[in-house]
């Protein structure tokens, strides 16, 4: 089993930056990535970015040149840095984590909200 905290989100002004983290423990060797993924009110959840365990990302094109993913293993970390935010990057941000052999978890999620 893994848990996933995120933390770091709030309110940001437009044009703003927020970094999120998420935290995983547990087996966490059994990772086989980390994704972010959000949801705005009435709307589905949708894939945010990839922080695979070789190092690979991959982003959606709605935050690509925008949002970067890194991780500190010393701490079973990994960030979302957000630059650049608008009004339409206001969501609960999922952190997930998808495993070797088909499971995934979820974290609680944390809200951002973006001022305009």
């Known amino acids: 089993q893994v848990e996933l905290v995120e933390s770091g989100g709030g309110l940001v002004q437009a044009g703003g930056s927020q970094r999120l983290s998420c935290v995983a423990s547990?087996?966490?060797?059994?990772?086989?990535?980390i994704n972010w993924y959000r949801q705005a009110p009435g709307k589905q959840r949708e894939f945010v970015g990839s922080?695979?365990?070789?190092?690979?990302?991959a982003y959606a094109d709605t935050v690509k040149g925008r949002f970067t993913l890194s991780r500190e293993n010393a701490k079973n970390t990994v960030y979302l840095q957000m630059s650049s935010l608008k009004p339409e990057d206001t969501a609960v941000y999922y952190c997930?984590?998808?495993?070797?052999?088909?499971?995934?978890?979820w974290g609680q999620g944390t809200q951002v909200t973006v001022s305009s």
């Open positions: 997930n984590a998808a495993m070797k052999f088909g499971l995934e978890y």
């Open positions: 922080l695979s365990c070789g190092g690979s990302t």
């Open positions: 547990g087996i966490i060797n059994r990772i086989n990535a």
